[in-house]
């Protein structure tokens, strides 16, 4: 049987981690099968703030469909169990989850331009789907969990009730491309966004006002489309990664560039670890790299993760783990407690 666009969820299981730094941690989970559409995107992981789950979106779940392939099978995934099978609706791609900062819901937002809620322990779904003006993009939850942002292939951002599905004010328009990334600051005043229309745009939560003017990635005369935006935890910086290969570090406060690396190919993805002193960055050239926050210099890395573009990088709470999800439908996961320390 095959459902389409599941949400799975994984049991990730920390013990027996050991401490060689970016060592990765057992075999590679193939979590979606070939099907009609080849092998399971995973276009999103994100971890439950108490680190005991991983969950991950996709376009196609191979639910009892293992792919022929020795990398990875069900039988082979010893340490990271599925918790009883994907949470799964006719709901179209999925580009992204989010855990609610207690831990209790489960977003995900879909190219059928809808974004739903699940009980992470029942695996229901809460209510009907919030109905979005195109493919949702990125979600992300207020530090209170009381707001839910999303950016969509409409060129909008939507601010969501959580408690009562209701959008909050109108859309917030300003971006003339898709919005393919929001975050929240630390403190919960400020979001992100950034968008194919090559800047990243800063907002007042509040007032749904634009802060300043928009951050433009230009490299030689030339701005690219800004695929991933994060604050540190600080909230002092934010880091974003663009399809030039570029990441920038910018400051928050007086919207100045402090800093740029570059890569071969596009970023998709980046992410912060929770002390702030390294950033992960997943591109579209297979690998996983890590930087220093201070210094902006590589850590660690390329890490391979395999022939086709990672999607979605992220931190587990505690700062040691590090998992990845690409194109080939599969998530790697890496020891990385020594890596900046």
């Known amino acids: 049987m095959r459902i389409l666009a599941g949400v799975g969820l994984l049991v990730l299981l920390l013990a ?102 699940w009980h992470v322990r029942t695996h229901r779904e809460i209510g009907p789907p919030l109905a979005c003006g195109g493919f949702v993009e990125s979600v ?20 969501w009730d959580v408690r009562t599905h209701r959008q909050l004010g109108r859309a917030i328009n300003g971006h003339i491309g898709e919005v393919w990334s929001v975050a929240f600051s630390p403190n919960g005043r400020v979001l992100a966004s950034g968008s194919a229309d090559e800047t990243i745009r ?60 570059a890569e071969l190919e596009g970023i998709r993805s980046v992410a912060f670890s ?19 926050l201070s210094s902006h210099r590589q850590l660690a890395g390329p890490l391979e993760v395999g022939l086709d573009p990672v999607n979605s990088v992220a931190f587990s709470p505690n700062g040691r783990i590090l998992a990845a999800s690409g194109d080939d439908g599969t998530i790697v996961f890496w020891n990385v407690a020594d890596v900046g320390r």
């Open 16 to 117: 027996g981690c050991g401490s060689a730094a970016s060592r990765q941690l057992g075999r590679q989970i193939e979590v979606f099968g070939p099907g009609e559409y080849g092998y399971g995107f995973v276009g999103s992981v994100a971890f439950s703030p108490d680190g005991r789950i991983l969950a991950s979106g996709s376009a196609e779940s191979g639910i009892g469909t293992p792919a022929p392939t020795t990398r990875s099978n069900s039988g082979m995934v010893r340490t990271h169990r599925r918790l009883a099978g994907p949470i799964a609706r006719r709901t179209g791609k999925v580009y992204s989850v989010a855990f609610s900062p207690d831990g209790r819901i489960l977003a995900s937002g879909s190219d059928d331009d809808s974004i739903r809620l």
């Open 140 to 159: 992300a939850f207020s530090p209170d969990g009381r707001v839910l942002a999303s950016g969509s292939d409409d060129d909008a951002i939507t601010l």
């Open 202 to 261: 800063l907002w007042d939560v509040r007032t749904h006002r634009q802060l300043g003017r928009p951050l433009r990635n230009y490299t030689n005369g030339v701005i690219s489309a800004v695929h991933s935006v994060v604050f540190s935890p600080d909230g002092r910086t934010l880091a974003s990664g663009s399809y030039d290969g570029t990441i920038r570090f910018w400051d928050v406060r007086t919207h100045r560039q402090l800093a740029k690396v």
């Open 274 to 292: 929770p002390d702030g002193r390294v950033l992960a960055s997943g591109g579209d050239d297979g690998t996983v790299s890590l930087w220093d």
